[in-house]
Antibody, heavy 121, light 109 residues
Framework: EVQLVESGGGLVKPGGSLRLSCAASGFTFSSYSMNWVRQAPGKGLEWVSYISSSSRYIYYADSVKGRFTISRDNAKNSLYLQMNSLRAEDTAVYYC??????????????WGQGTLVTVSS | QSVLTQPPSVSAAPGQKVTISCSGSSSNIGNNYVSWYQQLPGTAPKLLIYDNEKRPSGIPDRFSGSKSGTSATLGITGLQTGDEADYYCGTWDSSLSVVFGGGTKLTVL
């Protein structure tokens, strides 16, 4: 059974940092691209970042470029999101999602349960 | 303001049919496949449709997808109260990003 379990969320002050983790199991993690998607309270889905299976290709939403860093450790079946210079507008539930798409296609076939990040003084 | 445009809400009676539209441009829907996601209250999104019209294993054929030009449509027939959820379209964009619609809240009256 495919499982994605996020952790690392919490309350942080504006300007602070946080590192999210996503533990994957039930599939060959190193064969899949992964993404982070967030959802602000009461709002819609917003894609945050993409990383290819080998980490060769990495993309970010403009809203987080230069502040967030996506990475993965295939030996540990884990995905990460380092978030720096956090702002109030970064407050959201952060989901990791497996991407089974190809050739520029994006298909998020499995999602974690999400971890809440709250940026507030 | 989302890159893809969806109606904020749709509603229909149990047993009826509803469609949800998703409008984009040549930089996203026009040249890429569309996926649809269902998010039940308080839960993570779930893949409903991929490659414009394909259903993952376990998704009933009451759910269908189509695409024409720069727009896509999700159809749901035989509506059930359990279908009440938020529905999102998503696709790849030429700006090297994934874009989602703003979401559509389905109410089964």
């Amino acid at each position: 059974e495919v499982q994605l379990v996020e952790s690392g969320g919490g309350l942080v002050k504006p300007g602070g940092s946080l590192r999210l983790s996503c533990a994957a199991s039930g599939f060959t993690f190193s064969s899949y691209s992964m993404n982070w998607v967030r959802q602000a309270p009461g709002k819609g889905l917003e894609w945050v970042s993409y990383i290819s299976s080998s980490s060769r290709y990495i993309y970010y939403a403009d809203s987080v470029k230069g502040r967030f860093t996506i990475s993965r450790d295939n030996a540990k079946n884990s995905l990460y999101l380092q978030m720096n210079s956090l702002r109030a507008e970064d407050t959201a539930v952060y989901y990791c999602a497996r991407d089974t798409g190809y050739g520029g296609n994006s298909i998020f076939d499995y999602w974690g349960q999400g971890t809440l990040v709250t940026v507030s003084s | 303001q989302s890159v893809l445009t969806q109606p904020p809400s749709v509603s229909a009676a149990p047993g009826q049919k509803v469609t949800i539209s998703c409008s984009g441009s040549s930089s996203n829907i026009g040249n890429n496949y569309v996926s649809w996601y269902q998010q039940l209250p308080g839960t993570a999104p779930k893949l409903l449709i991929y490659d414009n019209e394909k259903r993952p294993s376990g998704i009933p054929d009451r759910f269908s997808g189509s695409k024409s030009g720069t727009s896509a449509t999700l159809g749901i027939t035989g509506l059930q109260t359990g279908d009440e959820a938020d529905y999102y379209c998503g696709t790849w964009d030429s700006s090297l990003s994934v874009v989602f619609g703003g979401g559509t809240k389905l109410t089964v009256l």
